[in-house]
């Protein structure tokens, strides 16, 4: 019976490397996390910048009204300087994130076959 794990590999007649791929399965958990990381930063990212897209506003007076978000989720209210939150509708904040995570998907796929292409 081998002693150490390279008498093993030798006894078997496997190469060091291929023996060291087959056995190291932590880099592709890492890298399947390492890709969930990435892709979440990119989506909230995304989701920031959609949000912050003006959608419209409304100016009377002292009394400025802002609906902010591709959707409309949020709006706010302005009287001289002080700001409140008028209005969250939360079915809107939900589509409003689907759209972020639908964006960062198509657009991990133009890049990943670009990728590919290159």
């Not at 949000?51 to 209210?77: I, M, R």
Request: glycine share 8%.
């Amino acid at each position: 019976m081998p002693d150490s794990g390279l008498e093993l590999l030798h006894a078997l007649g496997l190469p060091f490397s291929e023996a060291v791929a087959q056995e190291n399965v932590m880099p592709e958990r890492s890298e399947t996390f390492r890709d969930c990381a990435s892709f979440t930063v990119v989506a909230v990212l995304i989701f920031i910048g959609m949000s912050l897209a003006l959608e419209g506003w409304v100016a009377t007076g002292p009394n400025q009204w802002a609906s902010l978000g591709l959707t409309g989720w949020l709006e706010l209210h302005r009287y001289m300087d002080t700001w409140s939150i008028e209005h969250v509708d939360f079915a809107r904040l939900i589509i409003e994130g689907a759209l972020a995570i639908l964006v960062t998907w198509l657009l991990l796929k133009v890049l990943h076959g670009s990728r590919k292409s290159a």
